[in-house]
């Protein structure tokens, strides 16, 4: 019998617990809002999974499939919530399975309908500090990617080893959690994995050509907006974009249109904190980026979002965007100085 308590579960117990899902059963996967390539990698896979082992799971998204993730196998099954739709699903489903969250603001309004709901929850992610909202969670701090977790979790509930399909969804999770297999924890562990899926039939040229040579020509003159708004604080190691409403709107761009702008600020000597800060209309979007000397996480956390130590996010609502900027400029001053403070006192 499952526990029915929240609780921290091994490998082995998530492997256990997704494993425990009835055949015929109807099962939500589901990830957070404005999924990026771990999320809809991770929630495919497992999606993938539980359908060969005839399960009746449904990936059921907070927001829409990102435009560059929509060639993942699988990704034109995944339903877009809809409380017309989803509401009598969501209260009555039987077991669900959380990827790359671990906080249930991240996934509302699905969060509200599950946690409400007695249905049997398993999270498997990699950011800290998780809320206790199921009965199974595995997290793993020390994992570059959630994709790199369920290749452990999955890998015995697959037999005859990782299709190909989700190989790829595997795959592309870690290359674009990774930075391309240049941040922090990509060591020879996760190569070993990495290969293990190149060996089922994911394609590594492929993934690149669909992430990010399939660039709209607005996308870059926006990107190039950007980065001509660059200013420079703290001696030079602090970068800060900003892109006003009128920016994003006479491209015709989203939030999803901003991803990965924020990493060319890392690329400038002498930077070591990159921000990206964009209003969006209904709120500012803050990114938060760094080359492991400031703990941004932090920072984002007092805005009230959060993500990794080095890479981080927050939304700020009711502020106007010159406010924003001047208010980040300022606590990261404040963090730097604190952190100077705590270096040379003895």
Same mark, same amino acid.
């Given at each position: 019998?499952?526990?029915?308590?929240?609780?921290?579960?091994?490998?082995?117990?998530?492997?256990?617990?997704?494993?425990?899902?009835?055949?015929?059963?109807?099962?939500?996967?589901?990830?957070?809002?404005?999924?990026? #390539?771990?999320?809809?990698?991770?929630?495919?896979?497992?999606?993938?999974?539980?359908?060969?082992?005839?399960?009746?799971?449904?990936?059921?998204?907070?927001?829409?499939?990102?435009?560059?993730?929509?060639?993942?196998?699988?990704?034109?099954?995944?339903?877009?919530?809809?409380?017309?739709?989803?509401?009598?699903?969501?209260?009555?489903?039987?077991?669900?399975?959380?990827?790359?969250?671990?906080?249930?603001?991240?996934?509302?309004?699905?969060?509200?309908? +599950?946690?409400?709901?007695?249905?049997?929850?398993?999270? !498997?992610?990699? $950011?800290?500090?998780?809320?206790?909202?199921?009965?199974?969670?595995?997290?793993?701090? =020390?994992?570059?990617?959630?994709?790199?977790?369920?290749?452990?979790?999955?890998?015995?509930?697959?037999?005859?080893?990782?299709?190909?399909?989700?190989?790829?969804?595997?795959?592309? #999770?870690?290359?674009?959690?990774?930075?391309?297999?240049?941040?922090?924890?990509?060591?020879?562990?996760?190569?070993?994995?990495?290969?293990? +899926? !190149?060996?089922? #039939?994911?394609?590594?040229?492929?993934?690149?050509?669909?992430?990010?040579?399939?660039?709209?020509?607005?996308?870059?003159?926006?990107?190039?907006?950007?980065?001509?708004?660059?200013?420079?604080? $703290?001696?030079?190691?602090?970068?800060?974009?900003?892109?006003?409403?009128?920016? +994003?709107?006479?491209?015709?761009?989203?939030?999803?249109?901003?991803?990965?702008?924020?990493?060319?600020?890392?690329?400038?000597?002498?930077?070591?904190?990159?921000?990206?800060?964009?209003?969006?209309?209904?709120? !500012?979007?803050?990114?938060?980026?760094?080359?492991?000397?400031?703990?941004?996480?932090?920072?984002?956390?007092?805005?009230?979002?959060?993500?990794?130590?080095?890479?981080? #996010?927050?939304?700020?609502?009711? +502020?106007?965007?010159?406010?924003?900027?001047?208010?980040?400029? =300022?606590?990261?001053?404040?963090?730097?100085?604190?952190?100077?403070?705590?270096?040379?006192?003895?």
């Amino acid at each position: 019998m499952m526990n029915t308590q929240p609780s921290l579960c091994s490998v082995d117990g998530v492997t256990d617990a997704i494993a425990s899902i009835p055949r015929g059963e109807d099962c939500c996967v589901t990830t957070h809002r404005n999924a990026d #390539g771990d999320a809809m990698g991770s929630a495919l896979a497992v999606w993938h999974v539980l359908r060969g082992r005839g399960v009746n799971a449904r990936v059921i998204l907070p927001t829409p499939v990102p435009s560059n993730l929509a060639w993942l196998p699988g990704a034109n099954s995944a339903e877009v919530f809809d409380a017309t739709v989803h509401n009598s699903y969501l209260e009555s489903v039987p077991n669900a399975v959380v990827v790359d969250l671990n906080t249930a603001a991240r996934f509302a309004p699905v969060s509200d309908l +599950l946690i409400r709901s007695s249905c049997y929850r398993i999270v !498997v992610d990699h $950011h800290v500090e998780p809320e206790m909202f199921a009965q199974c969670i595995h997290v793993n701090v =020390e994992s570059p990617a959630t994709c790199a977790i369920l290749v452990d979790v999955l890998k015995s509930l697959l037999p005859d080893g990782f299709s190909k399909e989700i190989a790829q969804c595997l795959y592309t #999770g870690i290359y674009t959690d990774t930075g391309g297999f240049r941040f922090p924890r990509t060591n020879g562990s996760l190569f070993r994995a990495v290969g293990e +899926l !190149v060996d089922a #039939g994911a394609d590594p040229v492929l993934t690149h050509e669909q992430l990010y040579n399939q660039t709209p020509r607005s996308r870059l003159v926006l990107l190039g907006k950007a980065l001509a708004s660059m200013q420079f604080y $703290h001696q030079g190691a602090t970068a800060v974009m900003a892109l006003s409403q009128s920016d +994003l709107t006479s491209h015709g761009a989203t939030s999803e249109d901003l991803d990965g702008f924020v990493h060319h600020t890392l690329s400038i000597a002498g930077v070591d904190a990159g921000i990206l800060i964009a209003d969006l209309g209904q709120n !500012v979007k803050i990114s938060f980026r760094s080359k492991g000397q400031m703990y941004v996480r932090d920072i984002a956390a007092s805005y009230g979002g959060g993500g990794h130590v080095y890479a981080a #996010g927050a939304r700020v609502e009711g +502020l106007p965007l010159d406010d924003v900027v001047a208010s980040v400029i =300022e606590r990261v001053g404040l963090y730097r100085d604190s952190a100077r403070s705590m270096r040379s006192t003895p």
